[in-house]
Each structure stands twice: as C-alpha cells, then as structure tokens.
C-alpha cells in the first residue's frame, strides 16, 4: 500500500490524518484565515503581494511548491535562532515522544527543566533559579510580579519604544501607544527615555518603583541605549532599593554576539532576566524568568505559595528538551562566536553602502541584529517622493523596501517598528557568507531602483492610497 493509500484510509476511517488533511484542505489555507481568525492578516498579505504559499522549510530557507527557495531574515519574530528543522532539536523531540515520559503530574519533580535550568543558569552565574512559562509575555509578566512582590512596590518603568509582550501586564511597559491605545487601565507604570538617567533619577526619588525592565537592544527601531547606561541605571535602582529586569525575549541565546545582550556591558548584573523565542528550538513555545535566589526564596516563601506562580504547561518535557537541544547545539556550533563574525561582516558590508545611497542614513546593532535606517535624500529629485510618502505617513519607504526583497529577490524582511523607517534583520543564528552576499547584493538592487527613481515607486504611490484611506 503506498503512503497516499494508507494515508486515504486512515482519513476514511475518521482519525486525524495530518498528511490527509494537509493534502485535502490546505489550499483554502487564505480563505481559512479570512473566514476563522484574523481577518486583516490575509487582508494585509493581499494588498503587499505576500501572499505566497510556502510549502516547506529548512535552515534559513522556505520554498514553494516550484521550489524556488526564499531567505529568510525574520526568523518567525527571533524564535527559529538555529534556523528551521535543526536535526538535532527535531531528534530531541522525536525522541521525548517515543519516551512517553510521565510529564506535567504536577506532583512530581521531572529531570528535564531541572538541566535546562541548570544549563541557562551557566550562562548567567549571577542568577540563581528559573521559572519556565510558554511564551516571551508570559517571562515578562513573571518579573514583573516577582519584582512587584519582593519590593511592595506598585510601578513599573520601562523605556519609550519598548516592547515586552502584548498580555495586559507587558502592555503595561509598552512604549507605544499604537498598541496600549483603549487597553487602559493598565499597571501603574512611567516611561523614561532610553538612556536618560536622570529621567531615571527623577522617577525613582519617588519612592514607589519596583523596576526598570530594559530590552539590551530595543527590537522596535534597533535602538541601543549609550554605552555604560546599564551598568549606571543597575546602579541607580539599586541604591533607590528597585530592580533591573533584562528582556533578553529577543536578544538572548547569542542573537547580538553575547550569550545575553547585557552580558556587552561589564558589571552588568540583572536581577531578573526574561528568556523565550529561540529557546524553544522554533517549535515548542517556551518562556523563562531567571532570577536571584533571595527574590525566588521571597516570593516562594513558604509550602502555601508554592503554587502562587504557576503555569498549566511551565516545564511541559516537551518544551525543556527542544531547549535542552538547542543549548547543546549553540555549544557544539559555537553558534555565538559564528554570530560576531557574521554579524560584523554583514554590518561591515551594508554600512559600505551609506556612501553610496543618500537615503540610506544609518546601519546598526550588534551581532545578527541589524536595523537599516533610511532617511530624507539631499537631491531635489528624490526629495519631493520621499516628501510625498512622510506626509502620508512615516514608515512607508521602509515598507516599499521590504516589498521589492521579498517579490523580485524573495528575501523575507520586516519593517521595524510603525512609524519608523527601519528594516531589522534578525536572519536565523546560522547564516553565512552566502545568505550576507544574497541579501547585500539584493538590498543594492532595491537601493538602485529607489535612487533611480524606478518602479517601486509606483508601489509607494498605492502605499500613500492606502494610509490616506485608513486614517
Ligand atoms: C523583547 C521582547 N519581549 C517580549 C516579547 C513577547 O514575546 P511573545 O511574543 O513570545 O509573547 C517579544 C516579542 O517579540 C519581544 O521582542
């Protein structure tokens, strides 16, 4: 019997058949969406021209059922860190399968998030112990509690533009208002510029702050804070009796060239540390709060609270051995030492550029973090298209960029934040000198045809259309 037929038969006999399925009603997959769930995702697709069909995915690549195969510099947000289907996390999760462990009874201690926690920990000498949550909002919220409780403290600071989550709690340390705008109320909460520690000073002096949390890098615009802001504002909280949190959700596990992107600053000791996306080796949806021991011990202080901070699926085997795996593998691949490199060269290679193109103003980040800035052109020609789209609306030159990588060179990229003209890249941790000369050679092609006024043009006149429309 072939795989189809055997397939065939087990869907007729009414069991749940992936391959059946898949083959059956996986072309209606746009429809599915329009009709089930967020209806403006197929809609946005549509109108970019991103609605492909991918049909497979390994390593930094999708493909079409064509085959044609598509860079991806987006890695699912940050959480393919070691690419699509890495051997060894997928053997891991086969085999935690095929191990039918007695997992999630609750009442009982399980090997697994024990060594995973063990294995973060290493990472961090200066933190003590672990709580594994499912996702990055659910870290952040851990810390904020625990940060909440240990000091009695009601608010939060957190830096403009930041972005920890979307849970009512991390919307509360969100610095954008396009996200918070009719959640309110939300936690009592203040946020300061990044880098400004005399905001910092001012807010503390107050009395009633329970933390700062801080991105090391700020995924919204590639922001960095000036060197020696976090050793100082550590410093700051600490003499005001308030807590650093470090929202390593999307910098950690190597993606700026460190293991944690606060490890750049000497000194540097956070007291709670917010971990999830590449953890999760892509496939299991992993979230983990680290911390000091005296904050543990506090909130955990006796055998009633044992369960004051909880999650049904925290620790799930599932989740811990991805984990596990891809802690293996960023040491045997020296996956953080491959990440400097790569990243120098690709920066190395893109700020070559800025000579080049006078509306690419500013290449930066660290590591396999990259923001690509472009700004107001100095040419009375291109000034009155670029003038066009700002008055529409801020971010749409970033957006025509994005759109010609991903039609014409099939390169997946994002804008960065709304209302910035930002690229990020944030390409999987294993990318080499073959996907840096693709993407640098495209990005070129772009920038040519934006200087030469060329066709994507057209595209930012159907882009001021539309943001004209939806205000
Ligand atoms: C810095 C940071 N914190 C928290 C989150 C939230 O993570 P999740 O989407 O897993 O809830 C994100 C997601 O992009 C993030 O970038």
Not at 56 to 71: I, P, T
Not at 286 to 314: E, N, P
Not at 348 to 370: C, F, H, N, P, Q
Request: hydrophobic letters at 45%; glycine letters at 10%; aromatic letters at 8%.
């Amino acid at each position: 019997m072939t795989t189809a037929e055997s397939a065939s038969e087990s869907s007729q006999a009414g069991e749940f058949d992936l391959g059946a399925t898949l083959a059956e009603r996986g072309a209606e997959r746009y429809e599915l969406h329009t009709r089930y769930l967020n209806h403006q995702l197929p809609r946005m697709l549509h109108t970019i021209g991103f609605d492909k069909v991918y049909e497979r995915a390994e390593g930094a690549y999708f493909y079409d059922a064509d085959g044609n195969d598509y860079l991806d510099m987006l890695a699912g947000f940050g959480v393919m860190g070691l690419g699509r289907h890495h051997p060894v996390v997928r053997k891991a999760l086969h085999d935690v399968l095929d191990a039918q462990l007695a997992d999630l009874t609750r009442f009982d201690c399980q090997p697994l998030p024990g060594l995973l926690a063990e294995k973060l920990l290493a990472h961090s000498p200066h933190l003590d112990r672990v709580f594994f949550g499912n996702s990055g909002t659910e870290a952040v919220e851990g810390a904020l509690k625990f940060a909440r409780y240990v000091t009695g403290r009601p608010r939060i600071l957190y830096c403009a533009h930041a972005f920890h989550g979307l849970t009512t709690g991390s919307l509360s340390v969100n610095g954008e208002s396009g996200f918070r705008d009719g959640f309110a109320p939300l936690l009592p909460d203040t946020a300061v510029p990044l880098g400004d520690l005399d905001a910092l000073e001012r807010e503390l002096r107050k009395g009633d702050v329970a933390a700062l949390i801080v991105e090391p890098i700020q995924g919204k615009g590639v922001l960095e804070a000036p060197p020696g802001y976090l050793l100082a504002a550590q410093e700051l909280l600490h003499r005001h009796k308030a807590l650093l949190i470090a929202d390593e959700v999307q910098t950690g596990l190597g993606r700026t060239g460190d293991f944690y992107a606060y490890q750049h600053e000497e000194g540097v000791e956070p007291d709670l540390v917010c971990v999830a996306k590449a953890l999760s080796g892509g496939y299991v949806p992993v979230g983990a709060t680290l911390g000091k021991d005296w904050i543990f011990k506090k909130v955990y202080s006796s055998m009633d609270r044992v369960l004051v901070h909880s999650a049904s699926f925290g620790s799930n085997a599932q989740a811990m051995a991805a984990g596990l795996a891809v802690l293996s593998v960023m040491e045997n691949e020296q996956i953080v030492a491959g990440v400097r490199a790569t990243g120098e060269l690709f920066r190395s290679r893109l700020a070559a550029l800025t000579d080049k193109y006078e509306m690419l103003a500013d290449v930066r980040g660290r590591g396999l973090m990259i923001g690509i800035e472009f700004g107001r052109p100095k040419s009375l020609k291109l000034r009155s298209r670029w003038a066009m789209l700002q008055a529409a609306r801020k971010g749409l030159f970033a957006q025509m960029v994005v759109v010609p990588l991903l039609q014409k060179h099939r390169i997946l990229t994002q804008v960065s934040g709304d209302h910035m003209e930002v690229i990020k890249l944030i390409p999987p941790l294993i990318i080499g000198e073959r996907e840096v000369d693709r993407f640098v050679d495209a990005f070129a092609a772009v920038m040519d045809d934006a200087h030469d006024g060329g066709l994507m043009w057209d595209f930012g006149k159907t882009l001021v259309k539309q943001a004209v429309a939806n205000r």
